[in-house]
């Protein structure tokens, strides 16, 4: 199992950003497709974007043309840009691999105000 740890999230206002960032025990971000989930409040947890070890990336159309995944091999880093942020994207975030084959980090929490 590979430690993965969420950072990054806090309050915004509609329309503002956040990155999160996923930092990884081990190596794995070149070996496995990886994503980021989210758990909004009274619903199951969702992947919402992912990216495979050559770079692919692909979205759910809730955030597409808003977020942006990325990773850094050389970090054992992935990251999340959240742009035009709103309301319904107040969730935990998480990161783990596509599909999921490894414990849950903690998340962090976004919470987006109108």
């Known amino acids: 199992q590979v430690q993965l740890v969420e950072s990054g999230g806090g309050l915004a206002q509609a329309g503002g950003s956040l990155r999160l960032s996923c930092a990884a025990s081990?190596?794995?971000?070149?070996?496995?497709?990886m994503g980021w989930y989210r758990r909004a409040p009274g619903k199951q947890r969702e992947l919402i974007a992912s990216?495979?070890?050559?770079?692919?990336?692909n979205y759910a159309d809730s955030v597409k043309g808003r977020f942006t995944i990325s990773k850094d091999n050389t970090k054992n880093t992935m990251y999340l840009q959240m742009n035009s942020l709103k309301p319904e994207d107040t969730a935990v975030y998480y990161c783990?691999?596509?599909?999921?084959?490894?414990?849950w980090g903690q998340g962090t929490q976004v919470t987006v105000s109108s």
């Open positions: 783990n691999l596509v599909p999921v084959l490894n414990a």
């Open positions: 990216i495979t070890t050559g770079g692919s990336t």
């Open positions: 081990g190596s794995i971000f070149s070996i496995y497709r």
